[in-house]
């Protein structure tokens, strides 16, 4: 379906855009999956690429006015630069810092951009109370993380209190992978290509194994990458409730029923997987979400001609909206 057959105009949200923070990106240099954790040195073309997109709120706002974007919901681009690698007291010092620079671009387009936030999740005792500063002082929304903590996917016991938090908040998770740290994947650029989509399944495993989901109903997720390889291999995962039923300690659903529990972005490239993701969870389970600046330069146009004009309306307004807590934003609305 092409854009002209579609009526009239709707407000676009797109859920999944980048910033960074030029100091702590310094700092995280060479510890991150982008330089094989310091294996490598970084092409010429990876250190200051994008740069004008990443660093610069009005250069972004310039770039959506262009692409028919009305509201960009920000996460800091961590395979550049998170801080896991840091002791948690500078783990701690560097997410404040990203936070912090997070809510000043919101504070300068409050009608343009929704801010995201990092915790040190090394220490739970300082994410913690990184969430409520967050959420109460910055009022910020929606928290950006990984797949998984030193080792720890999302859905194990010491991120209890954190899904309590987040439930009872009604705080939106936006669960973005920080590079795996397998080495084998640094060739060919596959830390990318397929390290993300495994690290997305990992974590959405560990989600609905550990009972996360079914402890929480209502439990706002959204899974980055359209849930990279998950959604489209549950039937292994269905199978072992027969053939390995203790697999089933956590849970009284079978896998693939938790699907819908979770939200997914868009970004998937290609218009048959995402034809393929909206049959598997919903077209009420997708947002549009382009990986910007490094992900499909025709972000609207790419869902648009995918999905029909009430799908589309759903997809790139009425559920991000509703993630958020917003009131529909108006077509156009300036900062």
Known sequence: MSATENQRPVPVIDFHVHINDQSVRQQCAGKTVISGYGTRELPGKDRG?????????????????????DMNVLSVATVQHNSSWAPPALDLELCRRVNDTVASWVAKYPKRFVGTFLLPLQDMKLAMAEFDRCVSQLKMQVVQLPSNAKGAYLGEPVFSELWAAIHQGKVTAMIHPEGITDLWFQKYRMWNSLGQPVEEAK??????YEGVLERHPGLKVVISHGGGMMPHYMGRFDRNVYNMPDSMVNITKKPSEYLRHMYYDSCVYTADTLRALIKIVGADRIILGSDYPVGDPNRVEFVRDVVSPEDFRMIASTTPSTLLGLAQPSPSAKG
């Open 49 to 69: 690429a994008r740069d004008r997109e990443l660093l610069n709120p009005d250069a972004q706002v310039e770039d959506m006015d262009r692409a028919g974007i």
């Open 203 to 208: 974590v959405m495993a560990s989600l609905i």
